[in-house]
């Protein structure tokens, strides 16, 4: 069973900046960065494949957010500038199998215990 266990997360003014880390127990394949804030699901926001080829990312924060991960330290991170209040959730970081990302939680095996980011105004 792979653990994955995310850090970086805190407050913040809006505006400012945070760097995510998320440590695998063991090499992961695609792996995704999701939020759930309170009262809402749990939405997708950024995934990228093993070879770190080719991401995806949310609408809401496109130009904001760049993932990216070092396979050397199984570690993946989220760099998180110009948060806006709405950014204000628990992150999660997903890890599944294949080789690809994948932007739907129902395809990710294993996940971290999340890691909360909130943004003041």
């Known amino acids: 069973q792979v653990q994955l266990v995310e850090s970086g997360g805190g407050l913040v003014q809006a505006g400012g900046s945070l760097r995510l880390s998320c440590a695998a127990s063991?090499?992961?394949?695609?792996m995704g960065w999701f939020r759930q804030a309170p009262g809402k699901e749990r939405e997708f926001v950024a995934s990228?494949?093993?070879?770190?080829?080719?991401?995806h990312y949310a609408d809401s924060v496109k130009g904001r957010f760049t993932i990216s991960r070092d396979n050397a330290k199984n570690t993946l991170y989220l760099q998180m500038n110009s948060l806006k209040p709405a950014d204000t959730a628990v992150y999660y970081c997903?890890?599944?199998?294949?080789?690809?990302?994948?932007?739907?939680?129902?395809?990710?095996?294993?996940w971290g215990q999340g890691t909360q980011v909130t943004v003041s105004s």
């Open positions: 990228i494949p093993w070879g770190g080829e080719t991401t």
């Open positions: 063991e090499r992961t394949f695609g």
């Open positions: 997903a890890g599944r199998r294949h080789i690809s990302a994948s932007i739907y939680s129902w395809e990710y095996q294993w």
